[in-house]
């Protein structure tokens, strides 16, 4: 089976920095498609970025210019810096990928999650 790890959430003052990273790992034949998603409380899991094997990158217009996405497709791992956080982007962080596993089966895999709060 295939599974996602984040890491590098925690607690941060507005206009601070993190950098998410998750790590995807089992039995990987190709990963597409990659992103990261959030969820505030009472509020619908939403996009934040997502980008494609190649490196195309789309960004939610809330996040853009100062978040940025990345991925390293010889590690199997995508992250996400975050710069000039606001109390807005609390949320918690999941990873998500389109994978192939070497049985050739496609699936969407989330990350468990990982809890980013903005506050002074």
């Known amino acids: 089976q295939v599974q996602l790890v984040e890491s590098g959430g925690g607690l941060v003052q507005p206009g601070g920095s993190l950098r998410l990273s998750c790590a995807a790992s089992g039995n990987i034949f190709r990963i597409y498609d990659m992103g990261w998603y959030r969820q505030a409380p009472g509020k619908q899991r939403e996009l934040v970025a997502r980008i494609s094997r190649i490196g195309i990158t789309n960004v939610a217009d809330s996040v853009k210019g100062r978040f940025t996405i990345s991925r390293d497709n010889t590690k199997n791992t995508v992250s996400l810096q975050m710069n000039s956080l606001k109390p807005e982007d609390t949320a918690v962080y999941y990873c998500?990928?389109?994978?192939?596993?070497?049985?050739?089966?496609?699936?969407?895999?989330w990350g468990q999650g990982t809890q980013v709060t903005v506050s002074s």
């Open positions: 998500n990928g389109y994978i192939q596993s070497t049985t050739n089966s496609r699936s969407d895999y």
